[in-house]
């Protein structure tokens, strides 16, 4: 076989016919001389076509629309545990819309919903009213103590719990026996819950754990005992009793804590001005 004048292979036989060869589309004949386009810009063989574009942008719109699905951050359901896999989702601390209480009684809310979740958040806030400073106070202790436990429970914790609220023991907090910090100083006494958990449930009792964390010290100059920070899990044992969940008994323990992260420490003026800027939560499920 013979090459004919326009390089192209010359068929058998006197006529020389010539044989040209029909590449598959979108390929390219790799001894072929480029072609180039007018103004020395690159031919049609050096674009992408058409299908290629469709394709790219295909896979772009896709990806966006993947990440979209993961930033939405769980399925549909009306409960609020976990996933299939038992990895806790966004429903288990996303707000129910029910309504957390109905009134309040001694500051303290009180009127919570006959279920799983009014027993949550009357242990959230049961939590609250007995680690504020309220509880270094007779007075005010006496009456968190009502509000908080059924009333055969109250009864039984009041004489004790006047006894280790001592003179001495107040003291060595830095307050008076009445249970008030110095003028120049304040002092600090905060539980702010970070989640609930219902341990046990039926329709007149009920076991929450609170995992919260918790401030308590005293903030101003020269004080001997800084506001510091804890961790700790409460534990209640609810029962209903006239229309609302009481505690019948409760317990603490320690953690679980996470790591100290390395925002630096308030000075003593910034830690009493928070507190006397920043109010408290009702606390909800």
């Known amino acids: 076989m013979s090459l004919g004048d326009d390089g192209y292979g010359g068929g058998y036989g006197d006529d020389h016919h010539l044989t040209r060869t029909r590449l598959p589309e979108g390929e390219v004949d790799p001894y072929a001389q480029p072609r180039r386009g007018r103004a020395g810009r690159p031919g049609r063989q050096g674009r992408p076509s058409n299908r290629n574009l469709l394709m790219v942008v295909g896979v772009i719109v896709l990806l966006i629309a993947a990440i979209a699905f993961a930033n939405r951050g769980g399925g549909s359901g009306s409960d609020g545990g976990s996933s299939a896999k038992g990895h806790p989702d966004s429903r288990s601390t996303a707000p129910t819309g029910t309504r957390p209480v109905d009134g309040k009684s001694a500051g303290i809310a009180s009127g919570f919903a006959h279920s799983e979740q009014g027993a949550q958040s009357a242990a ?6 007995l680690g504020g400073d309220g509880m270094f106070r007779a007075d005010s202790r006496h009456a968190i103590v009502d509000s908080v436990y059924t009333p055969a429970t ?4 009041k004489g004790p719990q006047d006894q280790a609220y001592s003179a001495d023991f107040l003291k060595k907090l830095g307050l008076d026996a009445d249970g008030n910090p110095p003028r120049d100083k304040t002092f600090i006494s905060r539980t702010i819950p970070v ?5 046990d449930y039926s329709s007149d009792r009920a076991k ?4 919260y964390t918790g401030l308590i010290g005293m903030a101003g100059t020269g004080s001997t005992d800084p506001v510091r920070t804890d961790w700790k899990t409460w534990t209640f044992d609810l029962r209903w009793i006239d229309n609302d969940w009481k505690a019948e008994s409760d317990d603490q323990t320690n953690g679980p804590a996470p790591v100290t992260g390395d925002v630096p420490a308030a000075s003593a003026e910034d830690i009493s001005k928070a507190v006397k800027e920043y109010g408290g939560f009702t606390y909800a499920r």
């Open 154 to 157: 109250a009864a039984k914790l």
């Open 124 to 129: 959230a806030n049961y939590a609250v009213a």
């Open 208 to 211: 929450v754990s609170v995992w």
């Open 195 to 199: 989640g609930t958990k219902v341990e």
